[in-house]
C-alpha cells in the first residue's frame, strides 16, 4: 500500500479502554485485539461522515478488508486508556485506504500502534468487486472526503 | 434447565489446546473462550451425527443459543490440551439441550468446567420459533438421538 | 444463584454499539459476544466505585468468574445501540454476584439478554479463594456498596 | 518485510474449519479471526520443532508480534475446512519471520489468504527486546531450522 503524508489534523479520533478480554497472558493487549478498534474505529468515522455501515449493508453491499498492515511499538496494559486515530486517505480507485495510530494517553501520548487498513466494495450476493461505484456510494465517499477537509480546517 | 443424569459412556469428544489467544492477563483461559470451544463440540457433533450445520443454514434455519449455564472449577493454563465433552439431552419440545464437561488431560483428568446450552430453531428470515419442526431436521435430530445411543451401546 | 429482585433504580449503565466482528453468519450479535460487554460493564462499575481492577491484580489479586448464566431473550442486530445495566448483589460471604438486562434502545427499549455473574477473589499466586477478605478489599466492596446505594437513593 | 521465496515443500500444515464465531454478518471468515489460526499454526509448529511455548513463558521470555501484513483474496464460508501452511524464514538477527497460506481444500485447493507475521524476543518482567539470544533460545531456533531443513529434504 502506498503511503502518502497524513496531515496530522485530518485524524478521527475513537478512545478506548483496555479490558481483561483485550489481555492475554503477558498483562498486554492480545496483538489481534487491535483489530477490533481498529474497526469500531474506521465503521464510527463513517457514521460520523454520514454514513450508517448496516444500511450500506442492507442495501446488498459489503466493505471486506482486502488488505492489513499493523506494525506494534509500545504494548498497551491492562485498565489503560488509549485513543485511535484513523484517517481515509483520498479516494482514488476501488480501494478505500485507511491509515491508523493508536497512543497511550497517560502519562504523555506515546505511538503504540500503527497500521493501513485496505477494504475495496463487494456485491454481497456473488462478493465480486464493485468497479463502478453506484451514486449512492460515490455520494457517500464524497461526503467522507468532505467531512475529513473539514476537520482539516 | 432440567438436569438428567447424564450417561456416562453418551459423551461426544472434541480435544482442544491452550493456545495465547484464550488466555488472559491471569495467565489462564478467559471464561469467554470457554464458549467458543462449546459450540464447536456441538457443530462438530451434529456433523458426525450427520447434520452440516452450514446446510442447515441454507436451508433458511438457524439455531441460536436461548439459554447457557456455565461452572468455573479449575482454570486451564495456557498451553496444556483439555477435552470438551458434551451430550444431547433427549428432545421432547423444540429446546436442544446440550451438557457439556470440559477435563483437563494431564497429569490426571480433572473436571475444569461443566455447563448447560439451549438452542431453538429459528427461520432466519424472521428468526420467530420453528415450534412444528419441518421432515428434514426431525430427521436430523432422531439422526443425533441415534448417534448418541450407539454411542452408548 | 439465588435471585433477589433486584431495585430498578440501582443499575450501573454501560453503552455498547454492535460492530461488525461482534455478529455472526446471521446477522445478529453472536452469543459469545455479550460476555465481553458484560466484563467491561462490571469492570467500569467498579471503576467508578473506587476500584481499578488493574491495582486490584497489582496487589496479587484476580477475581475469576465462577458461575455464568444468561438468558437470551431478542437478538441484537449490526448497528443497534444498546444498554448493559448490571448491579451488585448485597455482598454476604466470598462470591460477588452481579445481576444483568441488556436493553436495546430503539424504537423503544427492550430486555434482549438476561444474566447472572458471579466472582470470586483468588490470590493470582496459587489461584486459591482468599476467604477472609484483606481489609483493602473489603474497604473497596464498602464503597462498592456505597456506591449502589447512592444510586438507589 | 523482505519476502525471499519460500521453498514450496518447507511448510508446516494446521488444519482448520470455519465455526459460526468465526463469521460475521457477511456469512463469512471475520478478517480479524484469521489471526487465531495464525498463532496457532505458529506455535503448534513451535511445538513440532521442539519449543513448548509455554515453557518458553516460564522461563521468563515472550515472543510478541511486531509486525502484521496480511493479503485477503477469497472468503471462507461457515463450515468448510482449510489448511493454514506457515514457514519460518532463516534467522539472521532478533526477528523471527514467519510466511503464511491459508488456502481451502475443496473442491481444489485455493489460496485464500497470505502473509507474514515478525516476532522478537522480549524479558517477560520489563518488555525489553532479548538482543544477544540466551543460549537455550539459541538451541531452540536451532532445532527449528533443522526441523525445516527435514521437511525439505
Redesign the interface.
Known sequence: MSEPLPKPNRWFNYPI?V???H??????V???SY??WM??AR??CLRAAGL????F?QLGY?L??????????Q?L????EAMVKTQLEPVKGVRLNWHYKIESIEPVPQLCVSGQVSLVTVN?RD?KIVRRLPAEIKTVIAQIEGYFQQLEA
Chains 1, 2, 3, 4 share one sequence.
Open positions: 479502554r479490558q481483561p478480554h489481555t492475554d497472558y503477558g498483562g498486554v492480545w496483538h489481534g483489530i477490533t474497526e469500531s465503521v464510527e450508517s455501515f448496516e444500511q449493508v459489503d471486506p478488508v482486502v488488505a492489513l498492515d499493523i506494525r506494534y511499538r504494548p496494559r491492562l485498565g489503560v454481497v462478493r
